[in-house]
């Protein structure tokens, strides 16, 4: 019988997270080590070990990484605030590089593949939707760093999968974090009024579907770049407006803005969206459709308030 494999998650409270360590607790020959920092947030804690890790701690990072010799490290933790970014430059830089560089350091010690979490927002968004072998030019200080931790990982020679991926929608426990399709959701259950912006384009993807495509590239040691997303391309106004169209709420609540008017604090590409025929190819990327991930969105949503 093969030995069973043991891959560690960062940020496992986070929506990405969550949706890993789900699916990998349940994975026949698979050990699976939770980690985030603090406690641990998530609804089900059976099926697999927790451990408190704040990756920006290095001598945290070696010492998890050492007790557990993963195979694979699955990283998602990140400061992944865009405009928090902007105005707190030394947190995202200690959270969105130098803890990717202490990871790759502890992983070369034990031979563990390290697979790790980028953004379509590496690209300036003038020319979507992207292939891999595009060339970045980051807008913000946020992608700024998620492009310098991909070049770490690409200069260090270590085994490694750079996964880029686009709007992360989808249910978490503890309701600690939001994104667009919850937003859209809640805010309009509320009868409150959002402002949503109709000039920059995005394809949304399912957090389990990339959940998927994350544990396929640490149990297969993929290498290198892959563009994993859903597969349709649409502004963000038209997201919330299908969302609140199969939700059957009042769209009269929201309002369109141009990026200009909105004015966010960090710079965002105008039109992303990826290629993603290479994952679907080595990952055996199979995404959702946009309206198959709200019906799952919606009977998750229906279980948690039962
Ligand atoms: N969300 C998107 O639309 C999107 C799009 C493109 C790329 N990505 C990338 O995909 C990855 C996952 O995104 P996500 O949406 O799942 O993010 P998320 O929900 O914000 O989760 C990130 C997790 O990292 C944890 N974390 C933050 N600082 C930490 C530290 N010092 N030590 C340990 N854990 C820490 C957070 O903990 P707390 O919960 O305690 O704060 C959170 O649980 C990120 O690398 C992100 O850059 C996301």
């Given at each position: 019988?093969?030995?069973?494999?043991?891959?560690?998650?960062?940020?496992?409270?986070?929506?990405?997270?969550?949706?890993?360590?789900?699916?990998?607790?349940?994975?026949?020959?698979?050990?699976?080590?939770?980690?985030?920092?603090?406690?641990?947030?998530?609804?089900?804690?059976?099926?697999?070990?927790?451990?408190?890790?704040?990756?920006?701690?290095?001598?945290?990072?070696?010492?998890?990484?050492?007790?557990?010799?993963?195979?694979?490290?699955?990283?998602?933790?990140?400061?992944?605030?865009?405009?928090?970014?902007?105005?707190?430059?030394?947190?995202?830089?200690?959270?969105?590089?130098?803890?990717?560089?202490?990871?790759?350091a502890a992983c070369k010690k034990y031979n563990t593949h390290l697979?790790?979490?980028?953004?379509?927002?590496?690209?300036?968004?003038?020319?979507?939707?992207?292939?891999?072998?595009?060339?970045?030019?980051?807008?913000?200080?946020?992608?700024?760093?998620?492009?310098?931790?991909?070049?770490?990982?690409?200069?260090?020679?270590?085994?490694?999968?750079?996964?880029?991926?686009?709007?992360?929608?989808?249910?978490?426990?503890?309701?600690?974090?939001?994104?667009?399709?919850?937003?859209?959701?809640?805010?309009l259950r509320d009868k409150k009024t959002i402002t949503v912006i109709?000039?920059?384009?995005?394809?949304?993807?399912?957090?389990?579907?990339?959940?998927?495509?994350?544990?396929?590239?640490?149990?297969?040691?993929?290498?290198?770049?892959?563009?994993?997303?859903?597969?349709?391309?649409?502004?963000?106004?038209?997201?919330?407006?299908?969302?609140?169209?199969?939700?059957?709420?009042?769209?009269?609540?929201?309002?369109?803005?141009?990026?200009?008017?909105?004015?966010?604090?960090?710079?965002?590409?105008?039109?992303?969206?990826?290629?993603?025929?290479?994952?679907?190819?080595?990952?055996?990327?199979?995404?959702?459709?946009?309206?198959?991930?709200?019906?799952?969105?919606?009977?998750?949503?229906?279980l948690v308030a039962h």
């Amino acid at each position: 019988m093969s030995k069973k494999k043991t891959i560690l998650v960062t940020g496992s409270n986070g929506l990405l997270g969550q949706k890993i360590i789900y699916a990998l607790k349940d994975i026949q020959g698979v050990f699976c080590i939770s980690t985030s920092r603090g406690e641990n947030r998530m609804r089900i804690q059976e099926g697999y070990v927790y451990e408190s890790l704040d990756i920006s701690d290095e001598t945290e990072v070696q010492r998890i990484i050492e007790k557990y010799k993963p195979d694979a490290v699955i990283h998602t933790a990140a400061l992944t605030n865009v405009d928090a970014c902007e105005s707190r430059r030394e947190e995202a830089k200690r959270l969105n590089v130098d803890a990717v560089a202490f990871l790759i350091a502890a992983c070369k010690k034990y031979n563990t593949h390290l697979v790790h979490l980028s953004t379509d927002f590496v690209f300036d968004g003038e020319k979507g939707p992207y292939v891999e072998s595009d060339i970045p030019r980051p807008l913000s200080y946020y992608a700024e760093t998620k492009f310098q931790a991909e070049n770490l990982l690409l200069e260090s020679g270590l085994s490694s999968t750079i996964i880029r991926t686009i709007i992360i929608y989808g249910v978490v426990d503890d309701n600690s974090r939001s994104n667009v399709v919850l937003w859209a959701v809640n805010s309009l259950r509320d009868k409150k009024t959002i402002t949503v912006i109709n000039d920059q384009f995005r394809s949304p993807t399912l957090a389990e579907d990339l959940a998927d495509a994350c544990i396929h590239a640490a149990l297969n040691q993929s290498q290198g770049i892959y563009h994993v997303s859903g597969r349709e391309l649409m502004c963000i106004l038209d997201i919330v407006k299908i969302t609140a169209d199969y939700f059957q709420l009042d769209s009269s609540y929201i309002k369109s803005v141009s990026s200009a008017e909105l004015n966010q604090p960090a710079r965002r590409p105008a039109v992303t969206g990826f290629i993603i025929e290479k994952a679907e190819r080595q990952l055996d990327f199979r995404p959702h459709s946009f309206l198959d991930g709200l019906a799952l969105v919606k009977k998750q949503l229906l279980l948690v308030a039962h």
